[in-house]
DNA sequence: CTGAAAGCGCTAACAG
DNA sequence: CTGTTAGCGCTTTCAG
């Protein structure tokens, strides 16, 4: 790569000129100017971003921990992520936390030494289920700002962006209601995730007519390692009576809407199914499934422009904003 | 973040002792070493890796351009790109091509100044079809390394991992050939693509058998806006004879055994399915699609492996590697 | 209008 | 055993 020093040499002139004239400062000559972008263009020559990092104290990075890429909702995000960052001037360096503290830990003291200027990130499973968020207090206490998108935590205090997973699944819980059942059943496989649980809570609220307890509602929770077939095609056969199903995660719904069809039933005849999904998803059954959209794109774009004013507002003391992104019942064919 | 300046006027030594201290020489007393790394672990001392980036002129770190980061495969590709780079100390920039020529190129240009010792990307669509690959040419001019993966192309030069598409292709028709099918049908969305190509020939190559010429096999090609459920069901309508599905992408299996299933057929009884797909995606499907498993975490891994060993053999000439990760196919209920 | 010099944080050759 | 110095590539203040 041709630096400042080599075009300076080879136009005989000092580093700081070529410098300002490539930054078109006006305190260089027409004519040098031009000679100097003339030569910097034929050398292709690019400004070294690490020695402009060095300078300036800022990277124009930003560090984003993901739990599982694997997951649509968070490829989704992501994507948000890196498009809106894009558009701002930033990358991203990606770490994967793999649900698990360690590797999250990790990931964010080895960014934290200057690699980036701050963080986007979804807890990992593991750290929530541990209750334990001392690694990214003492990140924030070290001045980078953290963005949480997601899976927060109200015990860390930075910026959110979430969707208002109870109300989401409230809705969608009701809109079977609405639509005449009367055993409607919750599939979950993330029941010990923070919007695990507040999808069912909004499930129980609006499911709650007539019902005594929490106990008496049809809850099927399905394991990590479970077959999820298996299981849903058994709870199916143990819960005759159920014409409705809201799935938590994004593809119970999908599942069991097919296991519904192999056993004979007719969707949404017999049963209707919502599920936290998308598009993608939802094409992948016969009939497809209605899904609740919750905007991961948007979440990331939100999550990368809560950080960037945070960044820019270097001195200023901000209070901490949750941004809660709307949801939407896309109708499909099998509700 | 502390400094060594700042570490050094604490304890009134040099910088360099500082340094020396902390990095194990032994030109420095036992003493002063203890020392100093006492105050470093109080303060959380981190050598700052943009300081280290300029001065060793590298910065440990990876371009990665994903074409979709929707699509599995390359979510998984990332995945393992990820982790292995993660093992050998390294870390990726992420970019999304988004299947366009102009951003994979302004990715390319935008992380060549330095930021980024190599890239490992996948060919964007829109780039396929074009046949302009003068963007990557003048990286690997400027001494960047350049692995591709899946999506390579020949008239670049540099290391490539991809999997032997025609063969697995061909292996799968072959083994729907061997359970006695007469008339296997191929499905592609990715008829534009390189990988698509190969696996199109893979299938003509195991089905040729009694055919004259290629316009004799039945293959549906389904455009990007289609809708592949309309498209599939209807193909079945039109070829009422077919007895065996291979699909080329990693969602049109999952959708012609659903579709199938709604038309009354028995999968695999009536109609046996093969797709290019992962084992989420086959559990999204009863029966479960059998797949052929293309390895993409080993992909990534062998991208980082092959990028490191030149990013560390600076100076030799290296041969151009072109890596081929084995297939195999996971048999399922589908078939 | 141009250049010299300092400094961002760090390492390492060289002096003492 | 410790310190001084130069330098990675760049910007910017200050002199000329």
């Known amino acids: 790569m041709v630096t400042l ?4 040499k080879e136009l005989n002139v000092s580093i700081s000129t070529v410098s300002k004239a490539l930054n078109d400062s006006n305190e260089i000559g027409k004519h040098t100017t031009t000679r100097v972008k ?3 263009k034929y050398y292709n020559y690019k400004p070294n971003k690490v020695a402009l990092s060095l300078k300036s104290n800022t990277t124009k990075t930003i560090g984003v921990i993901i739990p599982n ?5 968070f490829a989704k995000a992501l994507f948000g992520i890196e498009k809106e ?3 701002q001037g930033y990358n991203i360096i990606t770490c994967m936390s793999n649900e698990t503290y360690v590797k999250e830990k990790g990931s964010l ?12 990130l979804a807890v990992a499973e593991e750290t929530q289920a541990k209750g334990e968020f001392n690694h990214f207090e003492s990140i924030l206490r070290e001045g980078m700002p953290i963005v949480m998108f997601d899976r927060v935590s109200k015990l860390v205090n930075g910026d959110k962006v979430i969707i208002d997973d109870f109300e989401a699944s409230r809705k ?15 599939i979950t496989s993330i029941d010990d995730l923070s919007v695990g649980k507040l999808r069912e809570a909004g499930f129980v609220k609006a499911n709650s007519k007539g019902l005594d307890s929490h106990d008496d509602q049809k809850i099927l929770r399905i394991g990590k390692n479970d077959d999820s077939q298996e299981q849903i095609r058994q709870f199916y056969k143990d819960n005759p009576d159920i014409d409705g199903i809201v799935s938590a995660d994004n593809i119970s719904g999908t599942i069991a809407i097919n296991t519904a069809i192999s056993l004979g039933l007719k969707v949404p005849k017999d049963i209707s199914i919502i599920g936290f999904a998308d598009q993608i998803i939802s094409n992948l059954s016969t009939p497809k499934l209605t899904t609740i959209n919750q905007n991961p794109e948007e ?3 939100h999550a990368v422009q809560l950080l960037i004013r945070r960044l820019q507002s270097k001195d200023e003391i901000l209070e901490p904003i949750t941004k809660v992104v709307g949801t939407s019942i896309i109708e499909s064919e099998s509700s």
Chains 1, 2 share one sequence.
């Open 109 to 120: 003291q080895l960014l934290s030494n200057g690699s980036v200027d701050g963080f986007i």
């Open 172 to 186: 969608a819980t009701a809109n079977l209601v609405k639509k005449g059942r009367k055993y409607i059943a919750f």
């Open 85 to 87: 960052a894009t558009i």
């Open 299 to 301: 979440i990331g774009k």
């Open 38 to 40: 003339e030569l910097a």
């Open 5 to 8: 020093k080599q075009l300076a």
């Open 69 to 73: 890429i694997l997951n649509r909702f």
